[in-house]
């Protein structure tokens, strides 16, 4: 298990004084050499980026695996094609959970239930989930705290004013997810930089004031890992592996650190199977309990699944389904950039889910007592011989018209 070996004051130390001596890091930050390897591959071909230094985490170690219905409600035929559909779309994991238990497990080529697979932004649910956890323990007051209170050397700034549910929400007012090539840009230094937790405090750009915008972004999502760290006196990835991870009986895998020893990304790119990315899509099907126990506060999840007037499609890490839109941004509903489909609404009302980079989803769907997951690479784009398309909407529908089918 990684445990981070400074604790939370000296970081605060040395976020405000540079490192001097002979193993001092350059005076300018986009000229250290792991920086500069990790954005040529990050320009040039993300495809091949490696996720390097990774911190192991145990996970539960007793885990068995959920238990599976050898017959279900779900009807062979739908079954069937949502294995065919997820086969088409460049798949490693579908699980199928269906009042109790898992309808359906298919995995890709060199892929089992054990396989750490890469989280993308299926890691920004789990970092909303953490801070509930933190707020059950009494570690965080509230999702309306200041981060300056965690972070002191923000104190009398306008970052200082994010509030924790900002972080999740992503109204944070920080500057949104793009693209720019530039060594010296603070977005790539904010995620790329051996000490991008230190970037993201000190130069990351703020566009709005808190709570006013919506602008989807890693930053946000990173700085939550900072907020765990400084709340619990625990490293991000050693706080999520024992108070949440472990409880819902989940196996482990790896997060990714900035540099050897140092801080666990929380917006992106943890290593974790495929059915424990499943076990946290039950735990907030059940409300935040998991087996009886109590592990987010009452009401929690509801605030998760409860959008905002900037997007009433995102709530805490969660995208919600309703109301519908053929094709819902990542980006601010007013912003271009990708969309994704929704050939038709969900026939769940109340469905919301867990959406990363690749078509990785979650599927929640309350009123069918309902989770799915799908993980994989990008989807194939359509082309005019093969004009299908990833469709958020397909799966679950697809399943919840099986199930209909046998009522």
């Known amino acids: 298990m990684h445990v981070r070996t400074t604790a939370a004051?000296?970081?605060?130390?040395?976020?405000?004084?540079?490192?001097?001596?002979?193993?001092?890091?350059?005076?300018?930050?986009?000229?250290?050499?792991?920086?500069?390897?990790r954005l040529e591959v990050y320009v040039t071909d993300y495809s091949k980026f490696v996720y390097t230094p990774m911190?192991?985490?145990?996970?539960?170690?007793?885990?068995?695996?959920?238990?599976?219905?050898?017959?279900?409600?779900?009807?062979?035929?739908?079954?069937e094609n949502a294995t065919a559909y997820v086969q088409r779309m460049n798949s490693?994991?579908?699980?199928?959970?269906?009042?109790?238990?898992?309808?359906?497990?298919?995995?890709?080529?060199?892929?089992t239930r054990t396989t750490p697979l890469v989280s993308k932004s299926l890691s920004k649910p789990l970092s909303a989930i953490a801070v509930g956890r933190?707020?059950?323990?009494?570690?965080?007051?509230s999702l309306d705290q200041p981060i300056a209170e965690f972070i002191p050397e923000l104190a009398g700034t306008q970052k200082g004013r994010i509030k924790v549910r900002h972080l999740l929400d992503?109204?944070?007012?920080?500057?949104h997810q793009s693209f720019s090539p530039a060594p010296e840009s603070p977005l790539n230094l904010g995620f790329l930089s051996p000490e991008h937790t230190r970037h993201i405090i000190?130069?990351?750009?703020?566009?709005?004031?808190?709570?006013?915008?919506?602008?989807?972004?890693?930053?946000p999502a990173d700085l939550v890992g900072e907020v765990i760290t400084r709340a619990t006196?625990?490293?991000y990835a050693e706080f999520v592996d024992i108070e949440v991870l472990r409880p819902i009986g989940a196996m482990g895998g790896a997060f990714w650190l900035n540099r050897p020893g140092g801080e666990a990304h929380s917006g992106c790119c943890m290593m974790l199977p495929a059915e424990t990315f499943l076990r946290l899509g039950v735990l907030l099907l059940h409300d935040g309990t998991w087996e009886g126990r109590r592990l987010l506060p009452q009401g929690y999840v509801a605030q998760m699944r409860t959008g905002t007037t900037q997007n009433p499609h995102f709530g805490l890490g969660v995208w919600i389904g309703a109301p519908y839109v053929k094709r819902r941004p990542f980006g601010a509903p007013d912003q271009p950039g990708p969309r994704v489909l929704h050939s038709e609404p969900y026939l769940d009302p109340d469905l919301f889910l867990f959406d990363g980079n690749a078509s990785q989803i979650v599927d929640i769907a309350p009123g069918h007592d309902l989770v799915v997951l799908r993980m994989g690479g990008n989807p194939p784009r359509p082309t005019q011989e093969n004009p299908e398309e990833w469709d958020n909407s397909y799966l679950v529908n697809t399943l919840i018209r099986g199930m209909k089918s046998r009522e």
């Open 9 to 37: 004051a000296l970081l605060c130390a040395s976020l405000a004084a540079p490192t001097q001596g002979a193993n001092a890091a350059p005076t300018k930050p986009f000229e250290d050499p792991v920086y500069r390897k």
């Open 55 to 79: 911190a192991q985490v145990v996970g539960a170690p007793d885990w068995t695996p959920l238990p599976s219905a050898p017959e279900t409600v779900i009807n062979q035929t739908a079954l």
């Open 92 to 111: 490693t994991a579908l699980i199928v959970w269906h009042k109790g238990k898992v309808a359906l497990e298919w995995y890709g080529e060199d892929v």
């Open 134 to 141: 933190a707020i059950a323990l009494g570690k965080i007051t």
């Open 170 to 175: 992503m109204r944070s007012g920080m500057q």
């Open 202 to 219: 000190a130069s990351y750009p703020m566009i709005a004031e808190p709570g006013t915008l919506y602008s989807y972004a890693n930053a």
């Open 233 to 235: 006196g625990l490293d």
